[in-house]
């Protein structure tokens, strides 16, 4: 009997805690914040609970977006829930004030099981929580991070919805399971990319976070050039766009990159230990003895850190 599914998503939420955008892993980490841990006893609670039917048309989206394209791969799951119906009840709180007439109830998070129900017309089977905004933006993502089927991109949004709605760093980390260098650099490339390009491009499911974060390093001189980025998107996949206007801004960072180049700034650092070559886009520093050889390779292995640090600063 496929019973307390709800709170089974929160076990795996707790045995996994990966991040598998790129096939990197991150070790499990606990949910100690007291706002995270009282939002998950609540979805624990509720999953022991018998759900109710609730028509769809009682039922109005979330202001926060934890998908780009609730449509995606729609079909296969009206085809499921016909043939098996709906195993995993969605989650729902009251509506708040000022909706439409008939509405009762706001989506906490199932909005693609949903929409099938709402295909199929027939009920959606629900729980109905007392969560308040910021208890239902914590809900939301600790569902996704259970079920790890959103992309690195929507994750990033949604990071960039909990920091809009004032959480703090810590609770965004635990509730999206990431580690505090992987929120500065879905930090980084939310806000290098306009979110009109990124919704042109898509969740990308199959990119991981690099294509991300070379197209929000590309990206921004691109905009100072006055250039249409969603000119730029070419036809095809979510993936295949991303990729595609990557490579469009690389061959133009090239192109600009074989103009002829000033004669670099040299000047000796920690007392003539390093030297340093400073041009327009490149740096260089050169060892010139074995402890500042070392000194090197303890850079070499901050440099990703560095960066997403100084791209969270927005200089």
């Not at 989650?91 to 008939?102: D, E, F």
């Not at 991109?153 to 919805?161: D, G, K, S």
């Not at 991300?212 to 070419?234: H, K, V």
Request: proline share 5%; charged share 30%; glycine share 8%.
């Amino acid at each position: 009997m496929k019973r307390d599914k709800l709170a089974g998503s929160l076990k795996a939420l707790e045995a996994h805690r990966a991040a598998r955008e790129t096939g990197e892993t991150e070790e499990p980490r606990a949910l100690r914040s007291p706002a995270v841990n009282t939002v998950a006893d609540s979805i624990r609670t509720l999953g022991a609970s018998a759900p109710r039917d609730v028509a769809p048309s009682e039922i109005i989206d979330s202001r926060f977006s934890d998908r780009i394209d609730v449509t995606e791969g729609l079909e296969d799951l009206v085809a499921s829930i016909e043939r098996s119906g709906q195993q995993l009840p969605v989650l729902l709180r009251k509506a708040p004030a000022g909706v439409p007439p008939g509405i009762r109830y706001e989506v906490v998070y199932g909005r693609r099981r949903i929409a099938a129900c709402r295909q199929l017309g027939r009920s959606v089977r629900a729980h109905i929580a007392e969560f308040d905004d910021r208890q239902a933006l914590v809900a939301q993502g600790l569902e996704n991070a259970a079920r790890l089927e959103n992309s690195f991109i929507e994750r990033a949004r949604f990071a960039a919805q909990m920091d809009a709605a004032g959480y703090p760093s810590a609770d965004i980390c635990e509730t999206l399971s990431v580690d505090p260098s992987g929120l500065s650099r879905m930090r980084a490339v939310t806000r290098a990319l306009p979110d009109d390009v990124i919704l042109a491009i898509g969740p990308a499911h199959q990119s991981g976070r690099r294509p991300w974060m070379r197209l929000a390093e590309l990206a921004p001189a691109a905009l100072t050039a006055g250039r249409d980025l969603r000119r730029m998107i070419p036809e095809g996949e979510s993936d295949v766009r991303l990729t595609g206007l990557v490579s469009a801004l690389e061959r133009g960072h090239a192109a600009k990159s074989a103009a002829p180049r000033k004669a670099p700034d040299i000047r000796n650092l920690a007392g003539k230990r390093l030297q340093l070559a400073v041009d327009e886009r490149r740096l260089t520093l050169q060892a010139k003895d074995r402890r500042a050889q070392g000194f090197l390779g303890w850079l070499d292995g901050r440099l990703d850190d560095l960066y997403a640090e100084w791209s969270e600063k927005g200089d």
